[in-house]
């Protein structure tokens, strides 16, 4: 695999640099040579609205002239008054919220941490293709062997599980024939896999970086009550679908899913502002302060960026055009699937959707959405990702919540161009 795969495709195979120059505005990265790309994913999924929302630099401006920093200590009443509103938006039994994170990597750690505090438990299920971090322990609890190969010194984590992939189903079932036994066996895995001390299961409601897979109806409810019948934990990393990406304040109540720790970040910042929380029932609330902190967590500039940012996105009329414009999106992205050779599926929802690429033989093609993405940048002006750091074969298509309709087509139409073009030239455009 070669460097541009893990640069996500980039033109020529090397990363965008910039001089100092570039900058983004709304939906769009402005290079120093003048050059506008069209960002269709978000940045790295962490502007939902956007690269300068007003509302957020404003709030960012204002409390950068009060002080850039200050230590948790007097920040924390603040820091609970930020996330409630939040917390009136969020699942059944979620009351209680911690804000000591600026990333979602260690926010899944503190999600561990109190779940394996409260449990007396140490081991933590996960899932094929899932993705929770870039820390030594998150990146060993998610499911993807090559970002684990280089660190034989990696912490154990527990049990992975096979994803409710639909498409590619692991156990060759079709839903709603198949008995959801992406979630019966669960409990298989819990006694015969695991050393009998789990004490949680980290699940994304829709599993990101791993191809945006969406579970199949049911799949969270059956996984809850498994996981009741044994008392595991459920933590729902929220850190890509949670904040308006499905149309939603949180992105469990979209897909059924009843959680007991929710963890939040990247769209927690609005325009890339670094921020973190935990969220979580009441009597799960068992950390001590210095079990879990970090020197800038609550910082008064995450916490103005949160506050304005939370303020927009729990807006009833706002939530309600993302879902408008997301559903205009997905029949959209259907459309060009349907007319493309390339494409194998088209899924998502809300704001995050995902088209799979696959040879005329069914099987995964990565390379040829690694060419799509690079056409699109370089022939479109179109900001694209893949699955899996580019070993996937995924397109990720996640524009920031706030695009209007008129850039909702621009997206999509340059999209169709380059699936075109890619097809045309038999997966080789421009070589």
Known sequence: MTSSVLHEALPNGREARS??????????VELEDGTALLDAVSGTFNVPLGYNHPAVVDAIREQSARGVHLASEFTRDRARQVLQPL???????????????????????????????ATGRAEVISLFLSHHGQTLYTTGLSGNAFRRAAFPAGPATGVKMPAPY???????????????????????????????????????????NGGNVVPPPGYFERLREICDQHGILIIADEVQTGLGRLGTVFGSTTVGLRPDIITLAKGLGGIGVPVGAVLMRE??????????SFTSGANPLA????????????????????????????ARLRQLGRASGLVSEVRGTGMMWGLELSRP??????????????????????????????????????????????????ITARLERALIRVERSGGKAGR
Not at 283 to 292: C, N, P, Q
Not at 365 to 383: D, G, K, N, Q
């Open 166 to 208: 639909c498409h590619r189903c692991f156990y060759a079932q079709s839903y709603p024939d198949c008995g959801l036994l992406c979630a019966e066996r669960l409990a298989d895995f819990v006694e015969f896999a695991s050393s009998g001390s789990v004490a949680a299961v980290i699940v994304e409601p829709v599993l990101g």
């Open 87 to 117: 917390l009136a938006h969020a699942p059944q039994g979620i009351s209680a919220a911690w804000m000591r994170d600026l990333t979602g990597s260690t926010a899944n750690e503190c999600a561990v941490r109190i779940a394996q505090k």
């Open 361 to 410: 033989d069914g099987s995964p093609a990565p390379e040829t959405a690694r060419e799509v993405i690079r056409v699109a940048r370089e022939e479109e002006r179109l900001i694209l990702r893949p699955s899996r750091y580019g070993f996937g074969n995924v397109v990720k298509v996640r524009p920031a919540l706030i695009a209007d309709d008129s850039e909702v087509a621009d």
């Open 283 to 292: 009597e799960l609330d068992v950390l001590d302060s210095y079990e879990h």
């Open 19 to 28: 001089s100092g120059s570039a900058r983004g505005l709304g939906l769009t």
């Open 303 to 330: 916490l103005a960026a949160a506050e304005a940012t939370i303020r927009v996105i729990t807006d009833a009329a706002f939530l309600a055009d993302v879902r408008r414009k997301g559903a205009v999106l997905g």
